[in-house]
């Protein structure tokens, strides 16, 4: 009995050093690798944040875990993210490949597609539409300004009540991107939107959840019928609605005369004519499924933090509205170009961004070649986890890390400045291609709404609770907000 036991510990022991030396010669330091489970253990699967932390403290900027078998290597801080991203962007330019997602959204799209000249020549497409869309009625501007209307008309219904904004903003959002990508909108209560907006809540849970690191880690139980089926059935019910989007616009399109981004796709592969072009119809609809799912939450989960910290900080929401009463005065409605005149109001979104923390671990990238980060060797194929939240509050980089403060954009002289460490939209060749259009809806409809309402904070509240909701995208507690009209302006 007791030689059994001894060699039973001899065999573990053993067994825990070979698997320790699994980690690749010079990879970044981690805790000790188990056999088949990896660090899953150590990691809580509801909320792994605070065990996050406690590696860092342990391991420092760069360290690797094993997500079941596979390792993976979290990157932390600025000049570490900047070397990986932007110095080394195209070593550090993949998107792992085996994962849940690649499987359910078949290597098609934007988001997700791995590093290569299918995702180059898309993305460059995308960058060129968006950037060239329209002028006058046809404008970014207005189809953003056309929405904010349906926002206003909410709000005005709700004058001295008190409501929840979640839905109002998160459609706004998705009409936004709508309108982009097909102009059209849909009414507030619409099944068609409620039924994506409901896939893509499902499936965001379901990629961070357990059940996507164990369909991960273990390819034996990926034809099981588990919850992650349903991932698979929610890209399919999407996918059926975009290709009906794609069939009417078919229909109805002038080719040469683009009313919107799936007209300018079409008129793309008109031209294309060769075989070696990646613009394909199946192409087509996934990407317009990654464009609303990347444009939604992101956009509305910002802006709901926005209004929590602006109605808890009413002097910052106060000098917000004087500089808006002031450059906007006489004019009917805000430009994407009053920005320029406006330093505090964007000092104030920037800040809310930062505090906001939206994608806190951006997306996952992935090494496209061996390469080296920080002197540590990484092969090709790892998975690369980069921290933005370690960045944007960042010790040493920001002049208040901890607090809601626009100082952290203001120089001395009052003018708006962004230090470098402002990456919500991650860095290098992977950033955010939806920068631009997130950038000025955050703008004109802050703008719009504080300059006609003052939001308040209802007394019967509580204290606020500022901790976000772990998720892909990090999101407010929900809360209520309190309206009244402005009397200036
Ligand atoms: C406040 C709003 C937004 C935030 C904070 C945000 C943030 C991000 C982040 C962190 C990434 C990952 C970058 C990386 O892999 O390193 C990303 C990627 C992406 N975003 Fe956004 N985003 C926002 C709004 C939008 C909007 C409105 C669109 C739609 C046009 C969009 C489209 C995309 C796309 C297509 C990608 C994938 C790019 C690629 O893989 O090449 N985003 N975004
Ligand atoms: C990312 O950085 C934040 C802030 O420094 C930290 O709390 C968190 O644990 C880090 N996450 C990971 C995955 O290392
Ligand atoms: C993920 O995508 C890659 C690249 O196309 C493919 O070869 C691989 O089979 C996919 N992984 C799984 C698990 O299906």
């Not at 180059?120 to 869309?133: G, H, S, Y």
């Not at 006058?136 to 056309?146: A, L, P, T, V």
């Not at 070696?276 to 444009?295: K, N, P, V």
Request: glycine letters at 6%.
């Amino acid at each position: 009995m007791f030689v059994s036991i001894i060699l039973l510990l001899i065999c573990v022991v053993f067994i825990i050093i070979q698997l320790k030396s699994r980690r690749p010669k010079n990879f970044p330091p981690g805790p000790t690798v188990l056999p088949i489970l990896g660090n899953l253990l150590e990691l809580s699967l509801e909320n792994p944040l605070n065990d996050f932390e406690r590696l860092r403290k342990t391991y420092g900027n760069v360290y690797s875990i094993f997500l079941g078998p596979k390792p993976a290597v979290v990157i932390n801080g600025m000049k570490t993210i900047k070397e990986a991203l932007v110095t080394k962007g195209v070593d550090f330019a993949g998107r792992p490949q085996d994962l849940l997602v690649n499987d359910s959204t078949q290597r098609k799209g934007v988001i997700l597609a791995d590093y290569g000249p299918s995702w180059k020549e898309q993305r460059r497409f995308a960058l060129m539409t968006l950037r060239n869309f329209g002028m006058g009625k046809d404008s970014m501007e207005e189809r953003i300004h056309e929405e904010i209307k349906y926002t206003m008309d909410t709000l005005e219904k709700s004058i001295g009540q008190s409501i929840s904004p979640r839905i109002m903003f998160h459609n706004a959002a998705s009409n936004i991107i709508c309108q982009v990508l097909f102009g059209i909108r849909y009414e507030y209560d619409d099944e068609v939107i409620k039924v994506i907006v409901q896939c893509f809540t499902e499936n965001a849970k379901i990629a961070n959840g357990p059940w996507a690191m164990l369909y991960d880690s273990f390819p034996m139980i990926r034809s099981l019928p588990l919850p992650f089926r349903k991932a698979f059935k929610n890209v399919e019910t999407c996918q059926k609605l975009a290709i009906s989007w794609m069939n009417e616009h078919k229909q109805t399109r002038v080719p040469g005369e683009p009313r919107d981004f799936v007209d300018c796709y079409l008129d793309r592969m008109d031209k294309a004519g060769d075989d070696q072009s990646s613009f394909s119809e199946a192409q087509l609809t996934m990407y317009i499924l990654d464009l609303h799912f990347a444009g939604t939450d992101t956009t509305s989960n910002t802006l709901l933090t926005g209004f929590l910290y602006l109605m808890n900080y009413p002097h910052i929401q106060e000098r917000c509205q004087q500089e808006i009463d002031e450059v906007l005065d006489g004019k009917d409605q805000a430009s994407a170009e009053d920005r320029n005149s406006m330093p505090y109001m964007q000092a104030v979104i920037h800040e809310v961004q930062r505090v906001a923390n939206t994608v806190p671990l951006s997306v996952f990238h992935c090494t496209t070649k061996d390469t080296e980060l920080m002197g540590y060797s990484i092969p090709k194929g790892t998975l690369i986890i980069p921290n933005l939240s370690s960045v944007l509050n960042e010790e040493g980089q920001w002049k208040f890390p901890n607090e809601f403060n626009p100082e952290n954009f203001l120089n001395d002289q009052g003018e708006f400045v962004k230090p470098e460490a402002f990456m919500p939209f991650s860095a290098g060749p992977r950033m955010c291609l939806g920068e631009g259009l997130a950038r000025m809806e955050l703008f004109l409809i802050m703008v719009t709404l504080l300059r006609k309402f003052k939001f308040l904070w209802p007394e019967d509240a509580g204290e606020p609770d500022f901790t976000p909701v772990y998720g892909v995208t990090l999101t407010p507690k929900p809360y209520r907000m309190k309206l009244q009209l402005r009397e200036t302006n």
